[in-house]
């Protein structure tokens, strides 16, 4: 049995992690429009006005990512942190690399004294909301996700 290990990502890391977020996009249908390139991976990442934070999942490669967001205090002066990204290659998905990533989510996130973890499951993706559930996430039912697009948002504001 290979050593997994999972850690945070470093600048070298990028070639690898762009590769796992294009295979990402492509599996949730929206590689048309994927637009992160390494500089922008490297600066939203590691630049002074970090916007996220990166974790990856290595045995003989970087075989999975997890990209998290803190969120400013809510309702109950604590952070949100948002899991905006999981993903693991095919050939290592039921191995428990999920598992250890969305666990190092979950101690970063208490590391920033969040209250919550959030994210989002693509519709049709069973197998994600069974690992999630697995794992002792629910399925939030109080609210319903929004979005508006940049014509809508030109629109609305007044251009």
């Keep these: 049995m290979r050593l997994l290990s999972i850690r945070e990502a470093r600048p070298e890391d990028v070639p690898a992690v762009l590769d796992l977020m294009r295979a990402l996009a492509e599996f949730e249908g929206y590689l048309d429009d994927f637009a992160v390139d390494a500089d922008a991976l490297l600066t939203r990442t590691f630049g002074a006005a970090a916007q996220c934070q990166v974790f990856v999942a290595e045995t003989d490669a970087i075989c999975g990512y997890a990209v998290v967001r803190s969120l400013a205090f809510t309702f109950d002066l604590r952070p949100s942190v948002r899991l905006k990204e999981l993903y693991v290659v095919q050939g290592e998905r039921g191995g428990g ?10 101690q970063w996130a208490l590391e920033q004294g969040a209250g919550r973890l959030l994210w989002d499951v693509l519709v049709g ?6 690992f999630y559930t697995r794992l002792g996430g629910r399925r939030e039912s109080q609210w319903l996700a929004y979005r508006m697009d940049d014509r809508e948002l030109l629109r609305l504001a007044g251009g």
């Design 97 to 106: 690399v999920g598992e250890q990533l969305l666990r190092r989510v979950a």
């Design 125 to 130: 993706n069973d197998a994600a909301e069974r």
